[in-house]
C-alpha cells in the first residue's frame, strides 16, 4: 500500500505569492492533517480534515486555507506569502479518526520564501 | 492547553548501548495518547511507539520502550542496544482521547547522534 504523498517535495517562491501544496492520503484514509516544522517554533498543527470538512483549525492566520475532496486528497494554501512561513509543511493521514487511529506522515513540503 | 517539554535537545549514545530520552506533558485530561516519534533526514515522521493514559503497562516496541508516569506527566522513551539507524530526531506527542480530535501537540525534539 502507498504511503502519504505529498507533491512538490521543494517549492521556491516570492514574498507577495501564493501557493498550493497536495497530499495524497494512504488508500481507505479519510482524515488529513497539516503540519507546519520550522527550527524556531518546532512542529505546528495547522488544521485537519475528515470526509471534506475541515474538523479542527490551529492557530494560523487565514492566509493559511485548505481543502479536502472527495477521494480524501488535501490541498492547503498559503496565500501573500511572508518570509516567515518558510518551512516544512508535513501532511497526515489516518484511517477513521477515531481513538485508535494512528496518524501517517508523508514527506513534506519544502516550502522557501524569498 | 496542553504542552510537550523535551529538555534534552541533543543527546548521544554509543552503539549498541542504551539511552533514554526524557518528554514532561501538562494537561487537565484524564484521557489521552502518546507518541514518540522518529524523524530521520528523509524528513518522514516515523511512528515509533504509543501509550494510551488509561493502561498503566507501558508500552513496547522490539528495543523500543517507554516508561510513563500518569501522576507525573512524564514519558520517556528508552532505546536498547542503540544501531546507526537510530539516529534521528525525536519527538514526543500528545493528543487528546476526545473523539476526533487528531490533533498533534509536539514537543520540540530531541537530537540523537549514534557514535560507531
Sequence with gaps: ???????????????????TLSCSPISGHRSVSWYQQT????LQFLFEYFSETQR???????????????NSRSEMNVSTLELGDSALYLCASSLEGSDNSPLHFGNGTRLTVT | AQTV?????????????????????D?????????????????????????????????????????????????????????????????????SAIQGAQKLVFGQGTRLTINP
Design chain 2, 27 to 95: 494537561t487537565s485530561e484524564s484521557d489521552y495518547y502518546l507518541f514518540w516519534y522518529k524523524q530521520p533526514p528523509s524528513r518522514q515522521m516515523i511512528l515509533v511507539i504509543r501509550q494510551e493514559a488509561y493502561k498503566q503497562q507501558n508500552a513496547t516496541e522490539n528495543r523500543f520502550s517507554v516508561n510513563f508516569q500518569k501522576a507525573a506527566k512524564s514519558f520517556s522513551l528508552k532505546i536498547s542496544d542503540s544501531q546507526l539507524g537510530d539516529a534521528a530526531m525525536y519527538f514526543c506527542a500528545y493528543r
Design chain 1, 1 to 19: 500500500k502507498a504511503g502519504v504523498t505529498q507533491t512538490p517535495r521543494y517549492l521556491i517562491k516570492t514574498r507577495g505569492q501564493q501557493v
Design chain 1, 39 to 42: 527550527p524556531g517554533q518546532g
Design chain 1, 56 to 70: 479542527n483549525k490551529g492557530n494560523f492566520p487565514g492566509r493559511f486555507s485548505g481543502r479536502q475532496f472527495s
Design chain 2, 5 to 25: 517539554t523535551q529538555s534534552q535537545p541533543e543527546m548521544s549514545v554509543q552503539e549498541a548501548e542504551t539511552v533514554t530520552l526524557s518528554c514532561t506533558y
